[in-house]
C-alpha cells in the first residue's frame, strides 16, 4: 500500500498563476521529499523537507510540513508552461531505513 | 555525463520467459532501488540494496530478484514472467551515510504478453 495520497490528482493552469498541491501521509516520518516526473522520464528530486522544519523555500519552490496533521503540500509560484508534470511527494520513515515510499501523485498542466 | 543507465528501454516478452533488466551507476552511491510504476500510480519499491553484497525486500518482491555483487550495478531478474509484471521499471540510488536524496534512471518499460 502506498504511503501517501495526493490532492487534487490533476491540475491545470494558465501560466503564471500558482500551483498548489498536497499530500497526506499515514506513518510517522524522518523526512518527506518532493519528485517531478516529466512524461515518460525519470523522477527528478526537488525538495526535502525533515520532521522538525515547517517550511522550505527552493527558488520557485515552496513546501510546508504538518507533523500534527501529517500532510504536506508543495507551492510553485508563478508557474511557466515548462512545470507541466507529475508531482509525487514520498517519505522516509523513522526507522531510517532510507526506502521512500510514494504518494500516488499529482499531474499538472501549465497552459500557455 | 555521471547517472544512473537502465537497459533495455524497453521490452517485449512472452510469459513466462525469465528477463533481467540491468542498472548501472557511476556516482560510487552505497544504496541502491528498484521500483515499479503502473499507470496512474506512484512508484513501488520492489527491492533495494544499502551496499555492495547487501539486499532486502520492499513492498512488491514476489516474482523479482537482485543482486549487488559490486558498488556499480544493481540487476533485477523476472525468473518467468507474468502478464501483471508489466509496467515501467525504474532503478535509483543514493549516496548513503545519511544523504536522502535519491537519483533515478530513465526507466525500462516491459510489457508481458
Known amino acids: 500500500s502506498q504511503q501517501g495520497e495526493e490532492d487534487p490528482q490533476a491540475l491545470s493552469i494558465q501560466e503564471g498563476e500558482n500551483a498548489t498541491m498536497n499530500c497526506s501521509y499515514k506513518t510517522s516520518i524522518n523526512n518527506l521529499q518532493w519528485y517531478r516526473q516529466n512524461s515518460g522520464r525519470g523522477l527528478v528530486h526537488l525538495i526535502l523537507?525533515?520532521?522538525?522544519?515547517r517550511e522550505k523555500h527552493s527558488g520557485r519552490l515552496r513546501v510546508t510540513l504538518d507533523t500534527s496533521k501529517k500532510s504536506s503540500s508543495l507551492l510553485i509560484t508563478a508557474s511557466r508552461a515548462a512545470d507541466t508534470a507529475s508531482y509525487f511527494c514520498?517519505?522516509?520513515?523513522?526507522?531510517?531505513?532510507?526506502?521512500?515510499?510514494f504518494g500516488s501523485g499529482t499531474r499538472l498542466l501549465v497552459r500557455p | 555525463i555521471a547517472g544512473i543507465t537502465q537497459a533495455p528501454t524497453s521490452q517485449i516478452l512472452a510469459a513466462g520467459r525469465r528477463m533481467t533488466l540491468r542498472c548501472t551507476q557511476d556516482?560510487?552511491?552505497?544504496?541502491m532501488y528498484w521500483y515499479r510504476q503502473d499507470l496512474g500510480l506512484g512508484l513501488r519499491l520492489i527491492h533495494y540494496?544499502?551496499?555492495?553484497?547487501?539486499?532486502g525486500k520492499g513492498e512488491v518482491p514476489d516474482g523479482y530478484s537482485v543482486s549487488r555483487a559490486n558498488t556499480d550495478d544493481f540487476p533485477l531478474t523476472l525468473a518467468s514472467a507474468v502478464p501483471s509484471q508489466t509496467s515501467v521499471y525504474f532503478c535509483a540510488s543514493r549516496r548513503g551515510g545519511g544523504a536522502d536524496t535519491q537519483y533515478f534512471g530513465p526507466g525500462t518499460r516491459l510489457t508481458v504478453l
Open positions: 556516482m560510487r552511491h552505497n544504496a
Open positions: 540494496s544499502n551496499t555492495a553484497g547487501t539486499t
Open positions: 523537507i525533515r520532521s522538525n522544519e
Open positions: 514520498a517519505t522516509v520513515g523513522v526507522d531510517s531505513s532510507y526506502k521512500l515510499i
